[in-house]
């Protein structure tokens, strides 16, 4: 149990015992104390009491014997100092924890992210960027708290555009289009796919009688989308390692994964009385959901030609994965423009019988990256930049900062360095914004070594990293006495609230905001306290606090998928 839900279990009681009903303590941590608790507020409002008085009712009768010290204050708030022992005691028990303080959950249950998305023949860009490292980090940080997680990349790799795809590499031959897409040039093969399917009438007329060969099932049609498959899976997976995610081959799973479950969600809906025709469609009408017009807004489920849409496969892809995978959490990290749609879907399945408690669905959704105009991201020629690109230019651009400040390292060490620093800079700019919020896209600024950026976390690791090796060891405990030694320690014992939030709210930034806070709480008792000249038993309780702040930022930089170098 955290200091804070130690605090909040203990005035909990107290609250209580008082209201006769279980009551938030809203504790959080406070400028003027260490912690400060706001529940008498809402509490005195609620029994028609002065706040002050129940909360003072409220710390008369909480256990708090041999953990802090309280007082009232203001208007009913209830101040909580921790006392000395008690730090040192909480601050031993996460020194020789593997976990560093973070529980495993009580209830673990089988969550499934649904994350990244790229389509096949297309190449990953920047707009893949939030999905894929949003995804990645809450895979990492709900495998940490125990639960059974599968992550899934939903790829685009069926429909009427690979007609066109499937007739460009029948035209150039299987060799020329293995070579073209193995060097990333997907964008490349789609668009001169595109070309010949516009400026050559004769072209497109075999890449329709393609798709139909597909849906189809032709045996060579289908060895050929194959090939386009497996050379776009490679492309991903490329990008996925310079990203540094956790995504391999068997978590792509693309729309054609759910052919053969599309006549049986219309037949299910239809059993259902669901379904009903519109212009000749078989459509879901949801409740709660209106035109323009004001009239009921319609799902397609099944197009008038007999043909299915992306709609349709959405929904045998939440009913697959809450029927046969089993999920009972099932988060889809998809931009936040898709918002409508997801909450349609997730409707018709609350419709359907699928989705009923304790099965929940959740768009965790996300806002734009923009160019320094405001706008949305675009390379100079006006396109969508590539992701692959993006993130050579920044490591590109950390090793010539790393050279500049290091030209002592090796440079097989500079690169490895470069590479941590380059890819954790984009990340840490984008898992620190708020998710629904757009963010400016800076290298400049994200490659800093100050300010709240990956540079500045792993830079702090790798000094504290630096005072380790040159102390060669400790074996003391820790006794906390200085303000400045206080104050870190009441950072590293919040970060098992920070990676709990994280879990329940499915929001990164409350992780990169404790890590920043952490570092500016060591940069300060770096400042204020010496260490490695201290008398020894000051010297091995301060050790103590520098091992604890370098395993929990190289943990919680982990969780965010970024690297920590031990020397910078």
């Known amino acids: 149990m955290s200091l804070r839900d130690l605090l909040s279990a203990r005035l909990g009681a107290a609250f209580a015992t008082l209201a006769g009903e279980p009551v938030d303590p809203l504790i959080q941590r406070s400028a003027h104390a260490d912690f400060q608790a706001n529940g008498a507020l809402p509490l005195a409002r609620k029994v028609q009491r002065p706040a002050r008085e129940v909360a003072g009712e409220v710390l008369a009768a909480a256990e708090l014997t041999g953990l802090a010290t309280g007082e009232v204050s203001g208007p009913g708030f209830i101040n909580l100092t921790v006392l000395p022992d008690a730090l040192d005691r909480m601050v031993a028990a996460m020194a020789v924890d593997e976990r560093l303080g973070v529980p495993m959950t009580q209830d673990p249950e089988p969550v499934i992210v649904d994350y990244s998305g790229p389509n096949v023949a297309k190449e990953m860009h920047v707009g893949h960027l939030r999905s894929t490292i949003i995804g990645d980090c809450l895979v990492r940080v709900l495998r940490f708290a125990g639960h059974d997680v599968t992550g899934i990349s939903h790829t685009g790799d069926w429909g009427t555009p690979f007609g066109m795809l499937l007739e460009r590499l029948v035209e150039i031959g299987e060799a020329a289009a293995a070579h073209e897409l193995s060097v990333g040039d997907l964008d490349g093969f789609y668009k001169a796919a595109r070309l010949r399917f516009d ?37 991903f997976m490329a990008v996925n390692e310079k990203l540094g995610v956790l995504l391999t081959e068997a978590d792509y799973m693309g729309e054609s994964f759910y052919n053969d479950r599309l006549a049986e969600v219309v037949h299910e809906l239809d059993g259902l009385g669901l379904l009903r025709p519109s212009d000749g469609a078989q459509c879901v009408f949801p409740a709660g959901f209106t035109g323009r017009d004001g009239g009921p807004f319609p799902m397609i489920v099944r197009k008038r030609d007999g043909g299915f849409g992306y709609s349709a496969t959405d929904l045998a892809a939440i009913r697959y994965r809450i029927k046969e995978l089993k999920g009972s959490l099932i988060l889809y990290v998809v931009g936040a423009p898709q918002s409508r749609h997801l909450r349609m879907v997730f409707a018709v399945a609350g419709e359907a019988g699928w989705l009923r408690w304790p099965v929940r669905a959740q768009h965790v959704a996300f806002g734009s990256i923009l160019g320094e105009d405001g706008r949305m991201l675009k390379s100079r020629a006006g396109r969508a930049v590539k992701l692959s690109e993006l993130l050579d230019e920044a490591v590109s651009r950390a090793a010539a900062l790393v050279a500049e400040k290091s030209p002592q390292l090796d440079p097989q060490e500079r690169a490895e360095i470069a590479r941590a620093v380059g890819v954790g800079a984009v990340k840490y700019a984008d898992l620190s914004t708020d998710m629904v919020k757009d963010y400016v896209f800076d290298l400049d600024r994200m490659l800093a070594f100050t300010g709240d950026t990956a540079g500045y976390l792993q830079y702090t690791h790798a000094r504290v990293c630096s005072i380790l ?100």
């Open 469 to 568: 090796r040159k102390a060669g060891g400790f074996t003391g405990t820790p006794s906390i006495v200085d303000p400045a030694e206080r104050a870190l320690a009441l950072e590293l014992l919040a970060f098992p609230d920070a990676v709990q939030e994280v879990a329940d709210e499915f929001q990164p930034h409350k992780l990169t905001g404790h890590l920043r806070g952490l570092a500016v709480a060591f940069t300060a008792f770096w400042d204020a306290c010496p260490v490695l000249r201290a008398s020894p038993p000051v010297r091995e309780s301060r050790l103590v606090l520098c091992d604890l702040t370098a395993r929990t930022l190289r943990h919680g930089l982990d969780l965010l998928g970024i690297h920590a170098p031990q020397r910078m």
């Open 199 to 235: 400026s050559d009438p004769a072209f497109a007329d075999r890449a329709r009688r393609r798709v139909v060969l597909l849906q189809g099932g032709d045996a060579e049609t289908l060895r050929l989308w194959r090939v386009l498959v497996a050379e776009s899976q490679r492309y």
